[in-house]
């Protein structure tokens, strides 16, 4: 009898361990790392342009502050009138090329003056009035030259006067209801070729081929 229970004992401390074996291997090794989280925010382009409000004599309806998108002018042979055109860079804006379609309707009768036309705005090749900021002539294929603006680039003046040439009635008379249009265009330089860039430029602003 005795002999009996201590054989069940041991059976019983031997099922006790397997048990307790069992038991410690569901005690899982585990980690967990930090949160990542990712935000998207999303870049633009954003221009404007304007110019002084002025009389049709081209002096200031108040001053240089008072802007406009549209003025009249009763021209005099030989006379200098304000236009000042300016192109205005939102802010955050990225890098960008920009391209300006001058549609001058008036020709060579008259002589735009000051700003930035001829010197940091010049004429595209093979075109009579599309022009490029800050690309030097013929070096058209140098990128870093026509990246120049962004939200951080001041107001560009395009120009700041026009004069009329010295004609006579009848000279005068033939510019009667011609304009000077202007119209800016701007496109990400990020991942965008400058040939690319202008011919969206072209197609965009409907430039005119020399």
Not at 93 to 109: P, R
Not at 119 to 127: A, E, P
């Amino acid at each position: 009898m005795k002999t009996r229970n201590k054989v069940l004992l041991l059976a019983l401390v031997a099922i006790l361990l397997v048990v307790t074996t069992v038991f410690a291997t569901l005690a899982y090794l585990t980690s967990v790392t930090d949160t990542v989280t990712n935000t998207f925010t999303v870049g633009n382009v954003s221009i404007t342009m304007d110019e002084a409000d002025v009389n049709t004599d081209g002096s200031y309806k108040t001053d240089a502050t008072q802007r406009d998108t549209e003025n009249e002018y009763k021209l005099i042979s030989g006379k200098q009138y304000i236009k000042d055109p300016t192109i205005h860079v939102g802010a955050g804006s990225e890098a960008s090329y920009l391209f300006v379609k001058i549609d001058n309707q008036l020709g060579n009768n008259v002589t735009l003056e000051g700003g930035v036309l001829g010197t940091d705005l010049v004429l595209v090749d093979g075109y009579k009035d599309l022009y490029v900021y800050k690309l030097e002539a013929g070096d058209e294929d140098d990128v870093d030259e026509a990246t120049m603006i962004d939200g951080n680039t001041d107001d560009i003046v395009l120009f700041e006067t026009f004069t009329v040439a010295n004609l006579n009635n009848d000279g005068l008379a033939a510019l009667g209801g011609k304009e000077i249009v202007l119209k800016a265009f701007a496109i990400q330089n990020e991942s965008v070729d400058f040939a690319t860039a202008k011919a969206e430029a072209v197609t965009t602003l409907g430039a005119t081929a020399a």
